[in-house]
């Protein structure tokens, strides 16, 4: 039988975390369950270990107590890492006790699994440089801030790259979840888990449920006026050179210092910001798509169709139709 083990990061937990922790462990349960259903043993044991002992969160609204201390696990198969806070500027023991295990655990061949914000904690511990990530997308400018060596992939549901999956934000590990189940039982396990669970399967992405707000503290001066003047004029059709002209510098040099402050092309951060209005338009108002598409700054509609489903996953239709109920009748 393999053996999973979900980290629990003390004094950074959350409401989140506990839905993590316990997403998991039903997960598991209910997979297991079905193997026997069908005359299989378990695949997987799962314990929830930490550096400390029970603790009451919230004023005592929630207990958790680890059933194991990590000094105890000298070898696990699978390594959840679950949300939690993201400030790991001053680490501290206890964090510092949980990188060094995880660490541990990989280097000996564990997978290791990064839920919502706990890739914090991998990049903290270096696993994740030069590889490819998922967070909550409302944690990617901090993320960037904090490790710029991280390939950070926020459009991405999960990601699995060298024995290490990370996941986006939200409720999302369910998806995750899924995915895991798949990935060490097969495929008709997955199946039961997400109709017994009633979650989708098969999602890849959370574009969709991102808002783009764009990389402001960065501390480009120049990079930051350029993208105040993408987003006042957001009706008009910015070529790069035309910015890059304006703000008397070289093509070159202006596309390389835009990505470096902002981890977009000047034409990706154009167009994310002429969708994400595209979006909120077709939330809350009745007007139709080629309206919308206007006020954008598009009169292409196969090009606005392009753009829009590239960033969110879906057609403008598609979008309008999840999210404006009232347009969509």
């Known amino acids: 039988m393999k053996h999973a083990t979900i980290v629990y990061p003390a004094k ?30 378990d695949l997987f044991s799962i314990e929830l270990a930490g550096t400390l002992g029970a603790e009451d969160i919230y004023g005592g609204m929630f207990t958790v107590r680890p059933q194991r201390n990590i000094s105890e ?29 995880v660490t541990m655990q ?6 290791v699994v990064s839920i919502c914000s706990g890739a914090f904690m991998l990049a903290a511990s270096g696993l994740l440089d030069g590889k490819s990530c998922s967070t909550h997308w409302a944690h990617a400018d901090d993320f960037r801030r904090q490790f710029p060596k991280v390939n950070l992939m926020t459009d991405k549901l999960i990601t699995d790259e060298n024995g290490i999956c990370t996941n986006g934000g939200g409720f999302s590990f369910l998806n995750l979840m899924i995915y895991l189940v798949e990935k060490y039982y097969d495929r008709e396990t997955a199946i039961f888990c997400s ?6 399967m098969d999602r890849n992405s959370q574009s969709a449920f991102s808002i783009f707000t764009g990389q402001k503290l960065h501390g480009d001066k120049m990079v930051e006026d350029a993208q105040k003047y993408i987003e006042s004029s957001l009706s008009e059709r910015i070529s790069v050179e035309q910015l890059s002209s304006k703000f008397a510098i070289g ?58 489903r590239k960033i969110t996953g879906m057609s403008p239709l598609e979008y309008r139709s999840r999210y404006n109920k009232e347009a969509a009748n």
């Open 73 to 101: 696990i000298s070898k696990t198969d699978l390594v959840i890492v679950p949300s939690m806070d993201t400030d790991f500027s001053q680490a501290s023991p206890e964090d510092n006790a949980l990188i060094e295990w």
């Open 195 to 200: 109709k017994n669970l009633q979650i989708e």
């Open 251 to 308: 093509r070159r040099n202006f596309d390389r210092r835009f990505i470096k402050a902002t981890g977009n092309t000047p034409l990706e951060y154009a167009q994310r910001v002429k969708v994400e209005l595209a979006k909120k338009e077709l939330e809350v108002s009745r007007k139709t798509i080629n309206e919308v598409m206007y006020e954008v700054g598009y009169s292409d509609q196969k090009a606005f169709r392009e753009v829009f």
């Open 106 to 111: 990989y280097k000996q061949g564990a997978v």
């Open 12 to 41: 950074r937990s959350g409401y989140s975390t506990l839905a993590c922790i316990t997403a998991a462990f039903e997960t598991f349960i209910t997979a297991n369950a079905y193997r026997r259903k069908n005359g299989e043993t």
